[in-house]
């Protein structure tokens, strides 16, 4: 098929989350008034192959998407495309498979595509421009772990829902005086965790990238109860390794490591505090509640500048880019470079100096300590990308 228009395709790859229907929303609408036909292909990737699936997208589709959760397209984070970063090594997907990539796109005359995805899913974009294919790139992912933008839109909802689960843990955990532990994403880095924990009044937070010990955490439950609170909000990501076992997962993908599907930390957390100090510990498992439901006004209009932007990089034949949040601008970097770098919480960083000046502990030596002496040890640190606040 061959349109009379230049059309922009758009897809969305890898695990939804909050935000995805703004951004194909903005970039139709904004595509649409420079004069592209637009199509969306569906389940990712997967739809560039066969059988090649896809759905002409305009401003009627998307009327009323710009507060859904989730993506109209579809979305898929494993099959016959994958291509692992972070903790695994990149894999090369098979040429075939981007041959008939590359033959979709020309078929449909696509003169740029829109690849929408986290790091992974933004590795398979690198490896089809570098296939020839015209590719724009839009980071997303809860995990806000993307070093190349300051913020990624999934995450701002992802927090507003992690919080609410702790303010709603707090009224239960105070009348019963209990230990609480809430687990939250965040496979590679703890932000969700750091900024709900946070903006929830957590206790303990416990992150991938602060080393902790169960003695430390015990002992910041029993402080308190020295202090007269008789209760404690724990808040755990998923990728915070526990001492001496490393990363806790209760589920292969058949992906390889890169791929498991973690989770399980929270119990273990709470079933060791009862044995060691005796209370009362319930665990709660936020799980995907936090990646769906409605973006927040954050998020929503994070994507839509995205979309836009997106647009206009496609317009500007600025292929291999993938936009980015360089506040207080929407920017444009390589898509090699965005995937190369992940944005970790830095332990020295200002929200964790900020927790540990008001109490809040992270289950290590420093929760006893002057909070701002270990930041002026780390300050030759390089500055992270989402450390303060946007
Ligand atoms: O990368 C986003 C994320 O939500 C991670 O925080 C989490 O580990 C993973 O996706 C879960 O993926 P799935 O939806 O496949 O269980």
Redesign the pocket.
């Known amino acids: 098929m061959s349109s009379r228009r230049p059309t922009i395709g758009i897809l969305t790859g890898?695990?939804d989350?909050p935000g995805l229907n703004a951004v194909i929303r903005a970039a139709t609408k904004t595509a649409e008034r420079l004069g592209y036909d637009v199509i969306g292909f569906l389940r990712g990737y997967e739809g560039l192959v066969d059988p090649v699936r896809y759905m002409p997208l305009d401003s009627r589709v998307t009327a009323d998407i710009l507060l859904k959760g989730g993506t109209i397209l579809g979305s898929s984070?494993k099959g016959r495309f994958t291509a692992l970063v972070g903790e695994g090594e990149r894999v090369q997907i098979d040429p075939a498979l981007l041959d008939r990539a590359a033959t979709t796109v020309r078929q449909l005359g696509v003169a740029g595509l829109i690849c929408v995805g986290?790091d992974g899913s933004l590795a398979i974009a690198q490896q089809l421009h570098e296939h020839g294919i015209p590719v724009v790139g839009v980071p997303k992912?809860?995990?806000n772990d993307l070093g190349a933008t300051a913020f990624t839109f999934g995450f701002d909802s992802a927090v507003a829902a992690a919080t609410d689960a702790l303010d709603r843990l707090h009224t239960t955990a105070a009348s019963h005086e209990r230990v609480m532990v809430l687990e939250v994403?965040?496979?590679h880095a703890g932000w969700?965790a750091l900024h709900a924990g946070i903006a929830g009044g957590g206790d303990v937070i416990l992150l991938p990238e602060i080393p902790w010990t169960f003695e430390h955490v015990c002992r910041k439950i029993l402080e308190r109860e020295s202090e007269g609170k008789k209760f404690t909000l724990v808040v755990a990501a998923?990728?915070a390794t526990l001492p001496g076992a490393g990363l806790i997962h209760n589920h292969d993908?058949g992906q390889g490591e890169g791929q498991v599907?973690?989770?399980g930390i929270g119990e273990i957390v709470a079933t060791e505090i009862a044995a060691r100090i005796g209370r009362d510990v319930r665990t709660v498992v936020l799980g995907?509640l936090q990646?769906g439901g409605t973006p927040t006004a954050f998020d929503r209009m994070l994507a839509t500048e995205f979309g836009a932007h997106a647009v206009r990089l496609v317009h500007e034949g600025s292929f291999g880019q993938t936009v980015c949040y360089r506040p207080p601008d929407i920017a444009a970097a390589p898509i090699s470079e965005a995937i190369r770098h992940l944005s970790t919480v830095n332990p020295a960083g200002s929200a964790v100096q900020a927790a540990r000046a008001l109490g809040i502990g992270f289950g290590d030596a420093a929760d006893r300590g002057d909070p701002f002496a270990r930041a002026a040890r780390g300050a030759a640190q390089p500055a992270e990308g989402a450390g303060g606040i946007a």
Do not use: Y
Request: glycine share 30%; aromatic share 0%.
């Open positions: 890898g695990g989350c984070n986290g992912t809860i995990d994403m965040g496979r969700i998923e990728g993908n599907r973690l989770g995907h990646r």
